[in-house]
């Protein structure tokens, strides 16, 4: 298929205002929702995490006890990699006053919860997701949908639709040489409704990260993003390897792909720019070993599966994108 530059750019453009606002209205529906648990906000303002990001996050306390929850604002639209084919809101629901912690083993150094004062939380008669999906029931009634990783809110003529990813804090502390109970990597515990275990997850440090990959390479990083995200779904009408690969995988793929690419093509036109972008990809799959996640903790490709499904989508892509 053929592109113009018109085209390229229009795939490239960020979050409007509108949608930029709706990713704050999707924060502040959550906390509404959650207020019959007891918890408030204590008049704070919705901010975002880190500035020229949309990763709107605030926390809550419970009015009696210790409870403290963090809302914010994930994926593609906090890392403003958003395409107009996607619409769902993904909101990170965070338990922070229980976690679970990570540790160094082994005969240097071991850690362990007396080094912190920790101890172990008595077992909850009714789990984090149930009392969320409870709260949204409750105020958003049959549009709430129960999802194996999730709590989906569709949305109407006022709301998008909202993924609610309730999870507990994940703490790792294998860096940690002072015994600071502060000076932890955080990630987020998901437990997913069929049994297959808790996934491990770093939204933050991907935000983060996407942010300064942004700014190193003068903002040509997420404007690719969008093209590539948007490449994947127009492609899922002539090609099955474009279902085999997800938008999560396609931005991280990016953000391994050096500044000084980014910096050395940026300034020509971008049908070139992804054009030549695609070859270095081709050109370095041998590199793909050595690639990370965007928040830069696990793997891309942990499985010979993963990393041949990209190889193969990328072959397509280059087969299928042509531009004048």
């Not at 999730?150 to 015994?179: C, E, F, M, Q, W």
Request: proline content about 3%; aromatic content about 14%; overall charge negative.
């Amino acid at each position: 298929m053929k592109f113009t530059e018109s085209m390229l750019e229009q795939y490239a453009a960020p979050l409007s205002e509108t949608e930029e606002q709706q990713c704050k209205n999707a924060i502040g529906m959550v906390r509404d929702a959650l207020k019959p648990l007891g918890f408030t906000d204590n008049g704070k303002d919705i901010r975002t995490l880190y500035s020229d990001t949309y990763a709107y996050s605030l926390e809550l306390r419970s009015l009696h006890g210790d409870r403290r929850v963090k809302l914010f604002v994930q994926g593609s639209y906090a890392n403003n990699t958003n395409v107009k084919t996607q619409s769902d809101v993904d909101i990170a629901v965070v338990q922070e006053e229980v976690f679970r912690t990570h540790y160094r083993t082994g005969q240097y150094y071991p850690q362990s919860d007396a080094d912190y004062g920790f101890t172990i939380a008595p077992p909850s008669t009714k789990s984090f997701k149930d009392e969320v999906q409870e709260c949204l029931k409750q105020k958003f009634g049959s549009d709430v949908e129960r999802k194996n990783k999730s709590i989906k809110v569709h949305g109407n003529t006022y709301r998008k639709d909202a993924d609610t990813v309730p999870s507990l804090r994940y703490r790792d502390y294998s860096r940690d040489y002072n015994k600071d109970a502060s000076n932890f990597v955080g990630g987020i515990l998901i437990f997913p409704d069929d049994n297959t275990g808790a996934i491990i997850n770093y939204p933050e440090q991907h935000i983060y990260n996407g942010r300064q990959k942004n700014a190193k390479t003068h903002h040509h990083y997420k404007k690719m993003v969008r093209v590539l995200k948007k490449m994947r779904y127009i492609m899922q009408e002539h090609y099955s390897e474009a279902d085999k690969v997800s938008s999560f995988e396609l931005e991280s793929l990016l953000w391994n792909i050096p500044d000084d690419f980014y910096l050395e093509y940026g300034e020509y036109r971008k049908v070139f720019l992804f054009s030549e972008l695609i070859s270095y990809i081709r050109n370095h799959y041998d590199d793909f070993n050595e690639y990370y996640e965007a928040n830069g903790i696990k793997k891309l490709f942990p499985l010979e599966t993963n990393k041949r499904n990209m190889t193969d989508f990328i072959d397509c892509l280059a087969v299928f994108y042509t531009y004048e």
